[in-house]
């Protein structure tokens, strides 16, 4: 089981310019995670999805959007980033809520 | 608004010393908390403790939880370069769906 993939690892953008994070679990997860890490401010929740078919709000929501395309798969769409929007992004699943979640590699974002 | 606050913030120590590492946390309805360790890529999960007074053991690792005082520990005996890292602590509230995550405490052990 290769647990939660990631991709990119790592990317570019310029402000404006809008792009899709993928990620995947093999584990047959029904619920999964986007997080964002910065400096001095630990992990903060995105969105979250508890099941297939649906999606709620994080902490900090603005300026993303949500799939979850499947059960396995929930991506992240940064519509027109910000520098704002520089940061390490982590997906994670759990076979539930409330249940222990285990994360991907990270994708590491730069926005110019 | 749910919180948790690690300390401390950042840590050397030299190898075989022993460390203890502090989660305290506010938050309604309590579930469980979870400790993370944090390398140079995503974190992964140590421990989950839900009853108080019970301690989690892995090797080396330890973990206490006292729900009367609304904190837990983290040991790590004997440190090895090996656990330089960032150790995550998480707390899971009945009432919400997700984690809230501390900042983290860097552990750095010299040789």
């Known amino acids: 089981n290769a647990g939660v993939t990631q991709t990119p690892k790592f990317q570019v953008l310029k402000t404006g310019q809008s792009m899709t994070l993928q990620c995947a679990q093999d584990?047959?997860?029904?619920?999964m995670y986007w997080y964002r890490q910065d400096p001095g401010m630990g992990l903060r929740l995105i969105y979250y999805?508890?099941?297939?078919?649906?999606?709620d709000k994080g902490e900090v929501p603005n300026g993303y959007n949500v799939s979850r395309l499947n059960k396995r798969e929930f991506s992240l769409r940064l519509e027109s980033a910000a520098p704002s929007q520089t940061s390490v992004y982590f997906c994670?699943?759990?076979?539930?809520?409330?249940?222990?979640?285990?994360f991907g590699p990270g994708t590491r974002l730069l926005v110019l | 608004e749910d919180k948790v606050v690690q300390s401390p913030l950042s840590l050397v120590v030299h190898e075989g010393d022993t460390v203890t590492l502090n989660c305290s946390y506010e938050?309604?309805?309590?579930?469980?908390l979870l400790w993370y360790k944090q390398e140079k890529k995503a974190p992964t999960f140590l421990f989950m403790l839900?009853?108080?007074?019970i301690e989690k053991k892995s090797g080396r690792l330890s973990s206490i939880l006292d729900k009367k005082e609304l904190s837990s520990i983290l040991n790590i005996t004997a440190t090895q370069t090996g656990d330089s890292a960032i150790y995550l602590c998480?707390?899971?509230?009945?009432?919400?769906?997700?984690?809230?995550f501390g900042e983290g405490t860097q552990l750095t052990v010299n040789p």
């Open positions: 994670a699943s759990s076979r539930g809520l409330q249940e222990t979640q285990y």
């Open positions: 584990m047959n997860h029904n619920s």
């Open positions: 999805s508890a099941s297939e078919g649906t999606t």
């Open positions: 938050v309604t309805n309590f579930r469980s």
């Open positions: 839900t009853s108080s007074g």
């Open positions: 998480a707390v899971d509230p009945t009432s919400g769906s997700r984690l809230t």
